[in-house]
């Protein structure tokens, strides 16, 4: 049996809303922000430990900023909106 392959779309509709897409833009602005979060608190003097590395915002506030972000931009890939 030969199967038929599907042909695209005539009407031209985009497989991504404008609402999806604006979901993945604040999807990644909000990885952006998680991303952010969690950069800086070097130590200049590679002898001394800095304990800022290990304070709540990098080991909680910012991981699970970037999982929001992450669950934003499947949100925007996977659901389907009304055009």
Do not use: C, H, W
């Not at 609402?19 to 950069?39: D, E, Q």
């Not at 669950?71 to 925007?76: D, S, Y």
Request: glycine share 10%; hydrophobic share 55%; no cysteine.
């Amino acid at each position: 049996m030969v199967k038929k392959t599907e042909k695209p779309d005539p009407s031209g509709k985009m497989a991504i809303t404008a609402k999806g897409l604006r979901l993945m833009i604040a999807g990644l602005l909000v990885m952006a922000a998680g991303f952010l979060l969690l950069s800086g608190g070097g130590s200049d003097d590679p002898q001394v430990f800095n304990y800022a590395m290990f304070d709540f915002r990098r080991l909680v506030v910012a991981p699970i900023v970037i999982v929001a972000g992450i669950v934003l931009e499947v949100i925007a890939i996977m659901g389907k909106f009304k055009a």
